[in-house]
């Protein structure tokens, strides 16, 4: 069973679905037994920072993510709650991966929405693709760049559009979005 994190944060469904189509079954929860028990979970996202990090530490979700021990991958707003500290509300985070969330220069082309490629790729998550591999984004706020970034865009700066450590992946872009390449990211991390 893979577990989807609900913690009012949009974008369940469509992990759900794009979850499903490659044939697993899902569960989205907020319980922590359920939680502990899935063979996987995902942590997804679309919204701001300090709301999240409020909502999850008021249900003691902040403490049931780091206490997980399965695979965890998060997702867009979920990378950013997994790093240390997010300039979206100023707020500390998760602190998972040792990344800052930093807002992009304020300029006509912000937020960073649609298809990129990557800079650099490399770990489990991004086995199989390559730097000319499209992903899709919807961001306003990126994770800067850290010992822990498997993969790499560019978009005004360089930015971390994925990062792994020990049992914990994340990704900045949508897989659930991002039509092959995508699922691939995401057969990557369910077969680990």
Request: aromatic share 10%; net charge negative.
């Amino acid at each position: 069973m893979i577990a989807i994190i609900k913690y009012n944060a949009g974008n369940t469904c469509s992990v759900q679905n794009a979850l499903e189509r490659l044939g697993y079954k899902t569960l989205i929860t907020d319980k922590e037994e359920e939680l502990q028990k899935a063979d996987k979970v995902i942590f997804p996202g679309v919204g701001e920072a300090s709301t999240a990090m409020s909502y999850l530490k008021e249900r003691g979700l902040d403490q049931v993510i780091l206490r997980l021990k399965q695979p965890v991958l998060g997702i867009c707003l979920g990378l950013q709650l997994m790093c240390e500290h997010s300039e979206e509300g100023e707020v500390a985070c998760l602190g998972i991966f040792k990344n800052k969330v930093c807002k992009f220069p304020n300029t006509e082309i912000v937020p960073h929405m649609g298809w990129n490629s990557f800079v650099d790729v490399k770990g489990v998550l991004m086995k199989g693709v390559e730097m000319t591999d499209d992903v899709y984004f919807v961001h306003n706020y990126y994770a800067d760049l850290s010992d822990e970034t498997t993969a790499v865009c560019d978009y005004i700066t360089p930015f971390s559009a994925a990062l792994e450590k020990d049992n914990f992946y994340a990704t900045q872009f949508h897989p659930e979005k991002s039509a092959d390449i995508g699922e691939k990211i995401l057969k990557n991390f369910l077969d680990l």
